[in-house]
């Protein structure tokens, strides 16, 4: 017969999502009250039953796991989302997935509205670069499988977007540019869709920077320089926040020029 910490731990294996589970599904699964299934996982861990993720989170020990052998999900998109939830993957991770970059980042980037402390965190070995953004921002994002889950991610025009706001998130201003001439050379690339996606989750900011590296990297879009000339609100912006000069103004977007992106390369 089997214990009834055996028990437990195979309920809660079996409602575990890519093997993590928060204290709240637990105590859904074992029908008990929420503090005392944080105690209860709290008591797994130290038997090495489970071990802790981050307050809240554990992740269910596979029974051939060697003692202190560090063992971590494979993939780093079902622990972002288990672990930062509500959020999703977007930025340079994004433009990874959907083939918009060929650069490698080591850090998982995560949209999220969970309260986080730190920007920078490593978890079970993968390394996740956090950026806050309001709970009505978790809107509009795709799902795509991931094994046997699914994950939310920015679709290429959300990514885009998001990027156009804050550059950093897509590794500067340069990499982004180069992320959307990918996207107008790509056989997916959909004007018409960015501009409504642009619409949706764009701020002022964004319809600056979009107007002029549209213009500049695709000239022939007329609807789309029409849509940002349209959008255009008071003040001006830099064109990358990271960078302290201000460089040149062009009045027409309301940008100050302060890094150099080439039209046919999207680089410096």
């Not at 790509?186 to 018409?192: E, I």
Request: proline fraction near 4%; hydrophobic fraction near 45%.
């Amino acid at each position: 017969m089997l214990s009834p910490s055996r028990v437990s731990i195979a309920r809660i294996a079996r409602a575990s999502c890519g093997g993590l589970i928060g204290v709240d599904a637990a105590a859904k699964t074992l029908s008990i009250p929420r503090r005392a299934a944080a105690v209860k996982l709290a008591a797994l861990a130290r038997r090495g039953w489970v071990t802790r993720v981050r307050r809240g989170l554990y992740m269910v020990l596979p029974l051939e796991t060697e003692p202190d052998r560090p063992t971590a999900p494979n993939d780093p998109w079902v622990l972002a989302r288990e672990a930062f939830s509500p959020c999703y993957i977007g930025g340079w991770s994004a433009a990874e997935h959907w083939g918009l970059t060929e650069q490698l980042f080591r850090s998982t980037l995560v949209l999220t509205a969970a309260h986080v402390r730190s920007r920078s965190l490593r978890l079970l070995n993968h390394e996740f670069r956090l950026f806050r953004v309001p709970r009505s921002r978790i809107t509009g994002v795709t799902l795509v499988w991931r094994g046997a889950e699914r994950v939310s991610v920015s679709g290429r025009e959300r990514t885009i977007v998001d990027g156009l706001r804050s550059p950093e998130i897509c590794g500067g201003m340069r990499h982004l540019a180069d992320i959307m001439r990918e996207y107008g050379a790509s056989k997916d690339c959909d004007f018409r869709r960015l501009a409504a996606v642009a619409k949706e989750a764009a701020n002022g900011a964004a319809w600056k920077r979009l107007g002029y590296l549209a213009e500049l990297l695709w000239p022939k879009e007329k609807a789309l320089l029409d849509e940002a000339r349209t959008r255009l609100t008071a003040g001006t912006v830099r064109l990358d926040p990271a960078v302290r000069r201000r460089g040149k103004l062009v009045r027409r977007w309301r940008v100050w020029t302060n890094v150099a992106i080439n039209a046919w390369t999207g680089t410096a």
